[in-house]
């Protein structure tokens, strides 16, 4: 399981951290949680925007040969092309969910520092258990789901065309399907009454 911190929702500071939670499991408490996959380790990170930077270098120096990352923490919905993707619910601060049925959700075009020939794409998926007894105070827990319960497709030619990328898999990009326009989109594949909601987002290339 990959490591939590729990980031105080009201003023971004980092609270706790939690290695490989039980089940991945982490009751929340007032706090959102940014993940850092499992294998990864960083050196203290001081802040939020220290704890981001640190997650996507710790991800890139991960696979060898590929230089760039372009990502999304997803803490807003300003990288998400709304119209296109349907149902989606979205939120600030590790609240934006996947569409359900077969919806999908889609980003916004990022430019990219080159027209790639191969890449790989990685992404978290969880969801949130509550439970409110009669005699107990309401607790929501944080719960990581297997990315495998989404699948993924990325355009390199700003919507032209669309490649299968599997979680943290190198794939190749045909020439037709070259550019340097990426668009990245998730559908669950999950029962249609399971609401998935999405940790982050990258692409090495």
């Excluded at 990959?2 to 609270?15: C, M, P």
């Excluded at 300003?78 to 077969?102: H, V, Y």
């Excluded at 990426?182 to 982050?200: E, K, M, N, Q, V």
Aim: aromatic share 10%; proline share 5%.
């Amino acid at each position: 399981m990959s490591t939590h911190y729990l980031i105080d929702r009201f003023n971004d500071e980092i609270n706790a951290v939690r290695s490989n939670p039980v089940d991945g499991e982490t009751e929340l408490g007032g706090n959102y949680i940014i993940q850092l996959p499992t294998g990864l380790s960083i050196v203290a990170p001081t802040s939020l925007a220290d704890l981001l930077t640190k997650k996507y270098a710790a991800i890139l120096g991960a696979y060898a040969g590929f230089v760039n990352i372009v990502s999304d923490d997803l803490l807003d919905d300003t990288g998400i092309d709304i119209p296109s993707s349907g149902n989606i619910i979205t939120g600030f601060k590790g609240a934006i969910s996947l569409p359900l049925n077969t919806d999908r959700m889609y980003t916004n075009m990022v430019p990219l520092a080159s027209t790639p020939t191969q890449a790989l794409a990685t992404w978290e998926l969880f969801e949130f258990v509550d439970t409110d007894p009669k005699d107990a105070i309401h607790t929501r827990i944080f719960k990581e789901v297997p990315s495998s319960q989404a699948g993924c497709l990325v355009s390199f030619n700003n919507g032209g065309s669309y490649t299968a990328a599997s979680d943290g898999v190198l794939f190749p990009i045909a020439g037709a399907d070259q550019g340097n326009q990426l668009i990245f989109r998730l559908t669950s594949t999950a029962s249609p009454d399971r609401r998935l909601y999405i940790g982050s987002w990258s692409v090495l290339y």
